[in-house]
């Protein structure tokens, strides 16, 4: 009897990394390659058409005196330090309203959780129709209400509210998402814990101070890590507010991402840009690493 080429569970073995051989084909062709190129990219200075050059070190130099680069990274860290932590209590606020027994319940939750999957084109049209600044119904409001003058009438999406309109909005359009993760931590909370504070004669804050919040810790750690990568990696928001979807941003509303892709696509100095990535990458990891070393201190506490 001849012996097959291939054991059976060689044969097995073969079929399983078949499944999962388009994917990782995928990731290192579309991720891995141009991570490792990115990194090699920012010692080195190339426009994409003539030769490449070693650069060594002095596309970081450079960032010492850019201007436009500091205020991109002023701005993202305003950005997240202003979003994540009112993005985190809108949501959990509607989480918690909203996994009580209330009328039209479900309605609600659809609701919130709308402008998550809306077009961003089309709710950012409807935001700068709203704050317009002579034609804008929250400026009529002030104008007409409150008494505001005419020439002291805010600009929402210029100068140095453009930053806070981008947190509102920002905040807006994911607290339902963040919600829905926040009501799944909700849901998974034994209701005899409840019954049995109410046994004690606990109150509505002493439960969530004591239960809800701690219960909720691993879904907030959750949240905030993906809050904090999302807000560092912001480009759409800022493009569609602040720059009109014109391909334009100031100092004053310029982000990491977008100086990134001006300078890699526009002045297409890949390298510089390159460098520039590796900032926000080595910024966003050393964030995400706090975060982790904080999370397992607390949990062995």
């Known amino acids: 009897m001849k012996k097959p080429l291939l054991s059976k569970n060689a044969k097995r073995t073969l079929v399983a990394y078949s499944f999962i051989a388009p994917n990782f084909i995928g990731f290192c062709v579309f991720t891995l390659v141009p991570i490792v190129f990115a990194f090699a ?6 426009d994409g058409s ?45 989480a918690v309203l909203l996994n009580q027994k209330v009328f039209g319940r479900g309605v609600f939750r659809t609701l919130s959780f709308f402008p998550y999957v809306a077009s961003l084109v089309a709710v950012t ?52 998402y963040y919600m ?20 004690d004669g606990a109150g509505t804050w002493n439960k969530f101070r004591y239960i809800t919040w701690p219960q909720l810790s691993s879904t907030t750690f959750f949240v905030v890590v993906m809050l904090t990568i999302n807000c560092f990696k912001i480009y759409d928001i ?21 100086y990134i892709y001006q300078k890699a696509f526009i002045n297409w100095d890949l390298g510089y840009s390159s460098a520039v990535a590796m900032v926000l990458f080595i910024l966003v990891l050393g964030v995400t690493i706090i975060q982790f070393y904080g999370q397992s201190k607390k949990d062995k506490a």
């Open 238 to 258: 800022a493009i569609m507010l602040a720059g009109g979807g014109s391909g334009e941003l100031t100092e004053s509303s310029t982000v990491l991402v977008f």
């Open 41 to 46: 990219l920012a010692f080195l200075k190339w």
């Open 125 to 176: 049209s409807v935001w700068k129709m709203l704050f317009h600044p002579t034609k804008g119904p929250i400026n009529t409001i002030l104008h007409n209400v409150f008494n505001v003058a005419a020439e002291d009438l805010p600009k929402w999406f210029t100068g140095s509210l453009v930053l806070l309109s981008m947190i509102l909005f920002s905040v807006w359009k994911y607290m339902g």
């Open 50 to 94: 003539n030769p490449i050059e070693f650069a060594g070190l002095s596309n970081f130099a450079k960032l010492f005196d850019d201007t436009f680069f500091k205020a991109a990274l002023r701005n993202t860290i305003i950005y997240c330090l202003g979003t994540v932590p009112l993005t985190m209590v809108a949501s959990l606020a509607l």
């Open 180 to 199: 829905v993760i926040y009501l799944a931590g909700l849901q998974g909370i034994p209701s005899e814990l409840y019954e049995a504070a109410a046994l």
